[in-house]
């Protein structure tokens, strides 16, 4: 740890090549956010994750997630300031994703309970902030099946070209960190329908559960070098088979 | 063609060209730039070639088509050497009569010379023109006098010696003669180039890039354009210069699929810089390696923004990073990257070739060197002006401008493009250079300068603005994004009649938090239009707001047309109206029916006897 910095003055230590909200969370300092996610590089989205910070004399705001930690940085979490443009934010969230309970929640407690803005109409996903999670997990996991389409208020976030793309296996990742679970999925026994394209269930060879997709089973194998029947019999039976076995020689 | 091998071969081949045209000779320039290809320069030209042909003169004169000369609302322009005399708005029909008189015998035809709209005096050559007159014109001097289409042009007057010098001087001398000449960079921001260079200059590891910036997105500006299509090889060798000084043997050029013209010169310009040696491995016979690509842009607004046109240059979508790290430590895939915009690059051959000291004396104290403004909008005289730093507003309105048309009165004049400020009569004697700018509220931006007069309502305008940018956000930032959609929508509220103070409060609020809390300059700036009007002419705000009225009557849901007393009854505000709702019998007072009434303004255009109010 070569760095140090302070946060709401308490000297803390950082790796370099950190950002300042994941040292903040190490170190137990909340600062709250929508749009980060660790695995996958921060873009400074949702501008929730604002602080104050004050280095080589200048004193600015800044997003935390992609701000990188640098020695003799000082960084505020909370200031009425901060606390003001975080609340002017959610404000502008809420309006687009009014059925979010976790962006209802996190606007309250700033105080934030109405938003004066009109419900965006025109948003091609209902509930979307934006934000690109989906679509930067879905590249980061090699699929490459979602893309930012349009620019400005028309922005918003699909399969490339609008038409359902042939990368998605259907793994429903996007699904998994959408910060306002807004991706839809509908999972039947023995299909899954995501991004408008309909994907077959592989099926447990012993309870007739869905496993995953075929897609995502051929696109699993080929990149993790499992063998062949790893995905032929589902997780709560593999467990089940282990307890059993593990339970006779026990006995 | 052979590459020169070292710069005596420039310098030959500079005496060779300058020697196979006698001083004195008989030439025509005919602007070819955008403006004057719009006029119809190109089948002016044409017109000459042909009537040259005719009358035997095609091989004794010599017909050039230029860069723009700025002055494009006269446009077509046509010079005429060794006189120099302009004309303005030349017509293919007026080609048999000029060959005739003009270059056969030297006669000037008044009727094509620039004439003051206020006095009617009339002016026979550039230098005379007040238009012209009260301008420096460094960057912009030889977009008249060159030919962009062919190098020679350029080498014969005085073109790449500056490079040769540069080379005998080394980089370190080179890079120290830039920070000496404290060139801020001319795309927007003012950042000082010399300490970019350096910073470049000085990363560790072999390969670098350098990049121009032509990205030129702002509504109303064309100085970029203007430069790269008037004289693409001053820019060349500034990146050529600059590359030398940081080490780096790749370039590009960012610039939009709408500038074609731009684009086909610089392509054929590189072409023969790389033909005469200029470009490529071992220029002008030094171990110096430099090459130049053209990186064609979609035309996204953003994309000027450096770390958004980096990736862009990358193929990946344009979207602006967090910096730092600035582009000259990691830039284009990763390595260190020096951007400069256009007009910035063609400064540095002139920084180069006549010293620092020189460029120093131009300008003010912070702000050196001189500027191209595109001066636009209700003013008499539009087109690029390049004035020194530190000329006053005023000066360049009303001195350069020639003042607002039809006797109306200034109201305002918006500086720095979609997200500069508009700054009041007030302060149109403040001094035109980065800093006062930024501290008045507005900024120089690449360098679009709109005059507003009288009839200009400034919440339409902030309305324009914001609905400009909120479409050239990229869309990442809330704040940028979902805040200027906001602050759009408010805005054309209260211009549409639904205005209340709370909405106004609220416009304030927002504004302070899409400037605070956007990741770049676009969304840190964007607010500059409607902040600026509102610290400006919140009078303005409060009279569409309180008492529903739109004081310059141009937002159509706050005022009314109405016939009064002077009306003779005419009928031609009847016959022009779209709606056909003026009624009244011939010779009598007519009435306009306010129900279909789509307020057009139409019979208020049409009507001479000044009968029709606006309320």
Same mark, same amino acid.
């Given at each position: 740890?070569?760095?140090?910095?302070?946060?709401?003055?308490?000297?803390?230590?950082?790796?370099?090549?950190? $950002?300042?909200?994941? /040292?903040?969370?190490?170190?137990?300092?909340?600062?709250?956010?929508?749009?980060?996610?660790?695995?996958?590089?921060?873009? =400074?989205?949702?501008?929730?994750?604002?602080?104050?910070?004050?280095?080589?004399?200048?004193?600015?705001?800044?997003?935390?997630? +992609?701000?990188?930690?640098?020695?003799?940085?000082?960084?505020?979490?909370?200031?009425?300031?901060?606390?003001?443009?975080?609340?002017?934010?959610?404000?502008?969230?809420?309006?687009?994703?009014?059925?979010?309970?976790?962006?209802?929640?996190?606007? !309250?407690?700033?105080?934030?309970?109405?938003?004066?803005?009109?419900?965006?109409?025109?948003?091609?996903?209902? +509930?979307?902030?934006?934000?690109?999670?989906?679509?930067?997990?879905?590249?980061?996991?090699?699929?490459?099946?979602?893309?930012?389409?349009?620019?400005?208020?028309?922005?918003?976030?699909?399969?490339?070209?609008?038409?359902?793309?042939?990368?998605?296996?259907?793994?429903?990742? @996007?699904?998994?960190?959408?910060?306002?679970?807004?991706?839809?999925?509908?999972?039947?026994?023995?299909?899954?329908?995501?991004?408008?394209?309909?994907?077959?269930?592989?099926?447990?060879?012993?309870?007739?559960?869905?496993?995953?997709?075929?897609? %995502?089973?051929? %696109?699993?194998?080929? %990149?993790?070098?499992?063998?062949?029947?790893?995905?032929?019999?589902?997780?709560?039976?593999?467990?089940?088979?282990?307890?059993?076995?593990?339970?006779?020689?026990?006995? | 063609?052979?590459?020169?091998?070292?710069?005596?071969?420039?310098?030959?081949?500079?005496?060779?060209?300058?020697?196979?045209?006698?001083?004195?000779?008989?030439?025509?320039?005919?602007?070819?730039?955008?403006?004057?290809?719009?006029?119809?320069?190109?089948?002016?030209?044409?017109?000459?070639?042909?009537?040259?042909?005719?009358?035997?003169?095609?091989?004794?004169?010599?017909?050039?088509?230029?860069?723009?000369?700025?002055?494009?609302?006269?446009?077509?322009?046509?010079?005429?050497?060794?006189?120099?005399?302009?004309?303005?708005?030349?017509?293919?029909?007026?080609?048999?009569?000029?060959?005739?008189?003009?270059?056969?015998?030297?006669?000037?035809?008044?009727?094509?010379?620039?004439?003051?709209?206020?006095?009617?005096?009339?002016?026979?050559?550039?230098?005379?023109?007040?238009?012209?007159?009260?301008?420096?014109?460094?960057?912009?001097?030889?977009?008249?006098?060159? +030919?962009?289409?062919?190098?020679?042009? $350029?080498?014969?007057?005085?073109?790449?010696?500056?490079?040769?010098?540069?080379?005998? &001087?080394?980089? *370190?001398?080179?890079?120290?003669?830039?920070?000496?000449?404290?060139?801020?960079?001319?795309?927007?921001?003012?950042?000082?180039?010399?300490?970019?260079?350096?910073?470049?200059?000085?990363?560790?590891?072999?390969?670098?890039?350098? /990049?121009?910036?032509?990205?030129? =997105?702002?509504?109303?500006?064309?100085?970029?354009?203007?430069?790269?299509?008037? #004289?693409?090889?001053?820019?060349?060798?500034?990146?050529?210069?600059?590359?030398?000084?940081?080490?780096?043997?790749?370039?590009?050029?960012?610039?939009?699929?709408?500038?074609?013209?731009?684009?086909?010169?610089?392509?054929?310009?590189?072409?023969?810089? !790389?033909?005469?040696?200029?470009?490529?491995?071992?220029?002008?016979?030094?171990?110096?390696?430099?090459?130049?690509?053209?990186?064609?842009?979609?035309?996204?607004? /953003?994309?000027?923004? *450096?770390?958004?046109?980096?990736?862009?240059?990358?193929?990946?979508?344009?979207?602006?990073?967090?910096?730092?790290?600035?582009?000259?430590?990691?830039?284009?895939?990763?390595?260190?990257?020096?951007? #400069?915009?256009?007009?910035?690059?063609?400064?540095?051959?002139?920084?180069?070739?006549?010293?620092?000291?020189?460029?120093?004396?131009?300008?003010?104290?912070?702000?050196?060197?001189?500027?191209?403004?595109?001066?636009?909008?209700?003013? #008499?005289?539009?087109?690029?002006?390049?004035?020194? &730093?530190?000329?006053?507003?005023?000066?360049?309105?009303?001195?350069?401008?020639?003042?607002?048309?039809? =006797?109306?009165?200034?109201?305002?004049?918006?500086?720095?493009?979609?997200?500069?400020?508009?700054?009041?009569?007030?302060?149109?004697?403040?001094?035109?250079?980065?800093?006062?700018?930024?501290?008045?509220?507005?900024? &120089?931006?690449?360098?679009?300068?709109?005059?507003?007069?009288?009839?200009? @309502?400034?919440?339409?305008?902030?309305?324009?603005?914001?609905?400009?940018?909120?479409?050239?956000?990229? =869309?990442?930032?809330?704040?940028?994004?979902?805040?200027?959609?906001?602050?759009?929508?408010?805005?054309?509220?209260?211009?549409?009649?639904?205005?209340?103070?709370?909405?106004?409060?609220?416009?304030?609020?927002?504004?302070?938090?899409?400037?605070?809390?956007?990741?770049?300059?676009?969304?840190?700036?964007?607010?500059?239009?409607?902040?600026?009007?509102?610290?400006?002419?919140?009078?303005? $705000?409060?009279?569409?707001?309180?008492?529903?009225?739109?004081?310059?009557?141009?937002?159509?849901?706050?005022?009314?047309?109405? /016939?009064?007393?002077?009306?003779?009854?005419?009928?031609?505000?009847?016959?022009?109206?779209?709606?056909?709702?003026?009624?009244?019998? &011939?010779?009598?007072?007519?009435?306009?029916?306010?129900?279909?009434?789509?307020?057009?303004?139409?019979?208020?255009?049409?009507?001479?006897?000044?009968?029709?109010?606006?309320?």
């Amino acid at each position: 740890m070569s760095i140090r910095l302070t946060i709401d003055d308490v000297e803390v230590k950082a790796e370099p090549g950190e $950002y300042v909200l994941a /040292v903040a969370r190490r170190e137990g300092f909340a600062i709250p956010s929508l749009c980060h996610h660790e695995s996958v590089a921060p873009i =400074g989205a949702c501008r929730v994750c604002l602080v104050q910070v004050t280095f080589g004399g200048k004193t600015t705001l800044s997003t935390s997630c +992609n701000m990188l930690a640098e020695e003799g940085l000082q960084v505020v979490t909370d200031t009425p300031e901060v606390r003001a443009h975080r609340a002017m934010n959610l404000e502008l969230l809420l309006a687009r994703a009014p059925g979010s309970a976790r962006v209802r929640e996190m606007a !309250r407690q700033y105080g934030v309970t109405r938003t004066r803005f009109p419900q965006v109409a025109e948003s091609a996903l209902a +509930n979307c902030i934006l934000c690109e999670l989906c679509m930067r997990v879905c590249s980061r996991l090699g699929h490459d099946a979602l893309s930012a389409i349009g620019r400005g208020d028309k922005k918003r976030i699909g399969p490339p070209f609008g038409t359902p793309s042939e990368r998605c296996v259907g793994c429903a990742s @996007c699904r998994s960190v959408c910060p306002t679970a807004c991706v839809f999925v509908r999972d039947t026994a023995t299909s899954r329908t995501i991004w408008g394209k309909t994907f077959e269930f592989v099926l447990c060879k012993n309870c007739g559960a869905p496993v995953l997709t075929r897609e %995502h089973r051929q %696109h699993a194998l080929a %990149h993790a070098g499992l063998p062949e029947d790893y995905y032929d019999v589902c997780e709560p039976c593999k467990q089940a088979d282990a307890a059993g076995r593990f339970a006779n020689v026990v006995w | 063609m052979t590459a020169f091998a070292s710069s005596k071969d420039l310098d030959a081949y500079r005496e060779k060209v300058v020697k196979s045209r006698p001083k004195g000779r008989r030439e025509i320039a005919v602007c070819a730039g955008t403006g004057c290809k719009a006029f119809g320069s190109f089948r002016l030209l044409d017109a000459f070639r042909d009537e040259l042909a005719v009358q035997g003169l095609d091989k004794k004169i010599v017909l050039r088509p230029t860069g723009c000369h700025g002055f494009c609302e006269r446009g077509p322009l046509v010079l005429f050497f060794p006189e120099e005399t302009l004309y303005q708005r030349v017509k293919p029909a007026d080609v048999k009569e000029i060959v005739e008189r003009t270059v056969k015998k030297g006669e000037v035809l008044e009727r094509l010379l620039v004439e003051d709209p206020a006095t009617g005096k009339k002016f026979r050559t550039e230098k005379e023109v007040p238009f012209y007159k009260h301008q420096r014109r460094l960057v912009l001097k030889n977009n008249g006098l060159i +030919n962009p289409n062919t190098i020679d042009d $350029y080498i014969a007057i005085g073109g790449y010696s500056a490079l040769a010098k540069a080379l005998m &001087m080394g980089p *370190e001398a080179v890079l120290a003669e830039v920070k000496k000449a404290d060139l801020r960079g001319r795309g927007g921001a003012g950042f000082p180039a010399g300490k970019k260079w350096e910073v470049c200059r000085s990363q560790p590891g072999d390969t670098k890039y350098i /990049v121009c910036n032509a990205d030129e =997105g702002d509504p109303g500006a064309f100085m970029d354009r203007s430069v790269i299509e008037g #004289n693409p090889h001053s820019v060349i060798e500034g990146m050529i210069i600059g590359a030398f000084a940081m080490g780096a043997h790749e370039g590009f050029v960012y610039v939009r699929q709408e500038y074609p013209l731009a684009v086909e010169r610089l392509v054929l310009a590189l072409l023969h810089a !790389r033909e005469h040696g200029l470009l490529g491995k071992g220029i002008l016979g030094s171990g110096f390696a430099f090459d130049i690509k053209v990186k064609r842009g979609g035309g996204a607004f /953003v994309c000027g923004e *450096e770390s958004a046109l980096i990736a862009s240059i990358e193929g990946r979508r344009g979207v602006p990073r967090r910096r730092p790290p600035y582009p000259a430590v990691s830039g284009l895939w990763g390595k260190p990257t020096n951007i #400069n915009n256009v007009e910035t690059w063609a400064n540095v051959p002139l920084i180069v070739g006549n010293g620092a000291d020189w460029f120093r004396g131009i300008g003010t104290d912070g702000s050196k060197g001189t500027k191209i403004f595109s001066l636009v909008g209700k003013v #008499n005289n539009t087109g690029l002006v390049e004035v020194p &730093m530190g000329m006053t507003l005023r000066e360049v309105i009303f001195d350069i401008g020639g003042g607002i048309p039809k =006797g109306k009165k200034f109201k305002a004049v918006q500086t720095g493009g979609p997200s500069g400020g508009c700054l009041p009569e007030s302060k149109l004697d403040i001094p035109v250079d980065f800093d006062t700018l930024v501290r008045e509220g507005a900024m &120089m931006g690449s360098g679009g300068m709109i005059v507003m007069d009288e009839n200009t @309502c400034m919440l339409d305008v902030a309305r324009y603005f914001l609905g400009f940018l909120k479409s050239e956000s990229c =869309g990442n930032c809330t704040s940028c994004r979902d805040g200027l959609m906001r602050l759009h929508a408010l805005v054309a509220d209260i211009c549409e009649g639904r205005g209340t103070e709370q909405k106004l409060a609220l416009v304030e609020e927002l504004a302070a938090t899409v400037k605070a809390s956007s990741l770049c300059a676009l969304g840190g700036t964007s607010v500059n239009p409607v902040q600026s009007t509102i610290r400006h002419f919140r009078d303005e $705000y409060m009279a569409h707001i309180r008492d529903r009225k739109c004081p310059a009557h141009v937002c159509k849901a706050l005022i009314t047309y109405s /016939v009064n007393e002077k009306c003779n009854g005419c009928h031609v505000c009847a016959r022009q109206c779209p709606q056909k709702c003026i009624a009244g019998e &011939m010779k009598g007072m007519h009435t306009i029916d306010q129900q279909k009434c789509i307020k057009c303004g139409i019979c208020n255009d049409v009507c001479r006897f000044d009968s029709i109010s606006v309320a």
